[in-house]
């Protein structure tokens, strides 16, 4: 049977939407204001708005779509689901459905844990995931500590355990995450990240280092909302060093990075470091809202009920991430995303030549970050740079992402100064969408870079 493609929704119809959104949902809406379109239909990389308009999705949901929109694979496994008539809602009771994401996920997982892992089901959202792991690591060592990296960003739901009953006191202890471009100690490179390093080493060893006992570090292996920040292999398997020699569990938080997104199935392969937690969501739910903890089984100890959540049981999303998970492994996507992500990030670094505003580009796999700056202004004296690095732009890079979005390209901004401008593409995209990326992202930056000029009263003329 042939399918007729819906009319465009009349103009009246999708504004009426939309501003019905603006006067009805929250002011701490977020991609809304950014991104006025009324998604209708949407396909790998492909999203179609209300008005008809066709985008190149470069947001796939913050990074959790792997397999792009609708993946043929994807809504099998759910069709397939509701079609058996297994029950959709089971808190955390044993189904086939969950026997075999689990399975899958295993076979996925780095090192010993492959063969040695204990898995927690939590609420759906990373956040959740995120407050497992806190509440595993402190049950199974006492403490109750936390390190955490400068420009890391793992959820917000602190506030909800906080405000619960028996809320333990969490300290966190920030410890420098290495950068490159924004170099707290000035030098960038392997020099500043062994600085980092080292800072970590001695404040954690300083008896009046103010540091209260550790129960876990957390780490992104690549920043993402920090503003695509890559931790440098060697620095991480420092980490793993420090924080084995002193019998602190390291977590490693693959909400963003993990399913091949990097150019390796978990971002931590590359480095070949083996965490003793790691907190999994977005993709592993195949788009639907799944998140867990896997973990060595010594630290296993927490008692029932230590960690709970209604939705603990969502059959549909347990399905469809393990047809993604499959999909990954069985077609070699990590690998894809490796050579795509490279040829991406070139292409996005030649652009420097023509755009002096393109202050840094950087990121791992499809996980692509382009940091905007204005070469004019004069630098911030309290914030401590490289040296040559000129101050963020963030007008710039809302700029260009309505650009991208008047070219059909939709995008994602983030960086502590919100001035980078995040590609985060489904791992499918094709070679010939990997470069209509980079070229509409050019010609957005061109008439970005035009209006910048013509607003700044003393800007160069040429
Ligand atoms: N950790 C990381 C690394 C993330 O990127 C995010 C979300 N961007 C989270 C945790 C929180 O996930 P959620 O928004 O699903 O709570």
Known sequence: MAVTEPAPAPQAAYEGILRRQALRESAARTYARSLPIVPVRARGMTVEGADGRRYLDCLSGAGTLALGHNHPVVLEAIRKVIDSGAPLHVLDLATPVKDAFTTELFATLPGRLADDARIQFCGPAGTDAVEAALTLVRAATGRSGLLAFTGAYHGMTAGALAASGAAPDV??????????????????????????????????????????????????????????????????RRMREITRERSIPLIADEVQTGVGRTGAFWAVEHSGVEPDVMVLSKAIGG???????????????????????????????????????????????????????????????????????????????????????????????????????????????AAVQQECLHRGLIVEIGGRDSAVVRLLPPLTLTDEQATAVVDRLADALSAAERSARRRAPSGPTA
């Open 171 to 236: 300290r966190v202890t920030r410890l420098p995450f290495p950068q490159d471009y924004r170099c707290p100690f000035g030098t960038g490179g392997e020099r500043g990240a062994g600085i980092a390093a080292r800072w970590t080493e001695h404040l954690l060893d300083d008896p009046k280092g103010g540091v209260s006992a550790p129960a876990g570090m957390i780490v992104e292996p690549v920043q993402g909302e920090g503003g695509v920040n890559p931790a440098p292999d060697g620095w991480l």
């Open 287 to 397: 788009s639907l809202p799944l998140a867990v903890i896997v973990y060595r089984s010594e630290l296993d100890v927490w008692p029932p009920g230590a960690h709970a959540g209604t939705f603990r049981g969502n059959q549909l999303a347990m399905a469809a991430g393990r047809a993604t998970l499959a999909y990954v492994r069985e077609n070699r996507l990590a690998e894809r995303a490796a050579t795509l992500g490279a040829r991406m990030l070139a292409g996005l670094r030649a652009l420097r030549a023509d755009h002096p505003r393109i202050g840094d580009v950087r990121g791992r796999g499809l996980m692509l970050g382009i940091e905007l700056v204005d070469p004019e202004a004069a630098p911030p004296t309290a914030v401590a740079g490289n040296g040559s690095a000129p101050p963020p732009d963030p007008a710039l890079a």
